[in-house]
Nanobody
């Protein structure tokens, strides 16, 4: 079955960096577009970034453009999100997601807290 497992979250000071990972299994990872989302306390889940199956095309929410980089390793079946210049407003639970046969699959999420 499809499984997505995020890791790499933690507590970081403003201006710091983190790299999130999402380990995928149960499907042919290299053929699917992957996305990162986040959900801050009391807010709706919001889209952060998208990467196509080959990694050749990426898109970002305006709020993270220029600071975050989405990437993937299709040999390791792993999705990444490099987050630089972190701000307190980036504090959220971060999720990876894919859609397969019209069904959305989500990981369990990893907490990112940006605080001094």
């Amino acid at each position: 079955q499809v499984q997505l497992v995020e890791s790499g979250g933690g507590v970081v000071q403003p201006g710091g960096s983190l790299r999130l990972s999402c380990a995928a299994s149960g499907f042919t990872f290299s053929t699917y577009t992957m996305k990162w989302y986040r959900q801050a306390p009391g807010k709706e889940r919001e889209w952060v970034a998208t990467i196509t199956s080959s990694g050749g095309d990426t898109n970002y929410a305006d709020s993270v453009k220029g600071r975050f980089t989405i990437s993937r390793d299709n040999v390791k079946n792993t999705l990444y999100l490099q987050m630089n210049s972190l701000k307190p407003e980036d504090t959220a639970v971060y999720y990876c997601k894919t859609r397969r046969y019209s069904i959305d699959y989500w990981g369990q999420g990893t907490q990112v807290t940006v605080s001094s």
